[in-house]
């Protein structure tokens, strides 16, 4: 007769909001830009739970929404993009005249924003 074993798995753990961050050694101002971005979690009573396997696969895949890199964009002197990059730059990197950056921004192309958009998905 042949006895045959089976293993169970251990049900995964629900990780506490501060464990997941001691755990994964990041701010709660990070925290909150993950969940914002869609970290999976769980919300149980006022609770956010995390499955550590499920949070690990995520942030292997994770790349955070341009629109907040050009938010919390600083040099080393502390401007921000809109302070960094003048309309002056912008015409001098995109090889246009200011005519046509007006006309550019007329049309609805943010002035400091993505320009991805506009000329390299055409």
Not at 107 to 115: D, I, R, T
Request: aromatic residues 8%.
């Amino acid at each position: 007769m042949i006895d045959i074993k089976t293993k169970q798995k251990s049900p995964a753990a629900l990780l506490l909001r501060g464990e997941l961050i001691g755990k994964l050694k990041v701010t709660k101002a990070q925290m909150n830009a993950y969940l914002k971005d869609g970290m999976p979690h769980y919300l149980i009573g006022n609770e956010y739970r995390f499955l550590e396997n499920e949070v690990v696969k995520w942030l292997e895949s994770y790349q955070p929404p341009q629109e907040r890199l050009e938010s919390e964009f600083r040099d080393k002197k502390g401007r921000t993009l809109k302070e960094y990059i003048t309309q002056k730059v912008v015409i001098a990197t995109l090889r246009i005249t200011k005519e046509t950056l007006q006309g550019l921004c007329k049309k609805g192309m943010p002035f400091a924003g993505n320009m991805r958009k506009v000329f390299l998905e055409k």
